[in-house]
């Protein structure tokens, strides 16, 4: 079992910055690839970002050029700095972990933290 706590939420001007963490614990050595997600009220969970053990990333649209993902796997952590930010990226934002070779939805990732609110003023 992988166990994710995400810390770093909080409410921030738009244009402003914030860097979420997630550290996981446990059997991390199954973990493959790390990710966020986010859900908006009333609205489906989206991918934000994933890494893979090995540094390769993937970004949503939206967030491309604004985000970015990065792990320090000698911690177990992933990290996501967040700039520019809008007030479309309010939303909760989960970090997830997935043990497979290859993940491209939500439903292959294995394990997800509680979820840290990150709010956006205009």
């Known amino acids: 079992q992988v166990q994710l706590v995400e810390f770093g939420g909080g409410l921030v001007q738009a244009g402003g910055s914030l860097r979420l963490s997630c550290a996981a614990s446990g059997d991390t050595i199954c973990i493959s690839g790390m990710g966020w997600y986010r859900q908006a009220p009333g609205e489906e969970r989206e991918l934000v970002a994933t890494i893979t053990n090995g540094g390769n990333t993937n970004y949503a649209d939206s967030v491309k050029g604004r985000f970015t993902i990065s792990r320090d796997n000698a911690k177990n952590t992933v990290y996501l700095q967040m700039s520019s930010l809008k007030p479309e990226d309010t939303a909760t934002y989960y970090c997830?972990?997935?043990?497979?070779?290859?993940?491209?939805?939500?439903?292959?990732?294995?394990?997800w933290g509680q979820g840290t609110q990150v709010t956006v003023s205009s």
């Open positions: 997830a972990a997935t043990t497979r070779t290859v993940a491209s939805f939500s439903s292959q990732y294995d394990y």
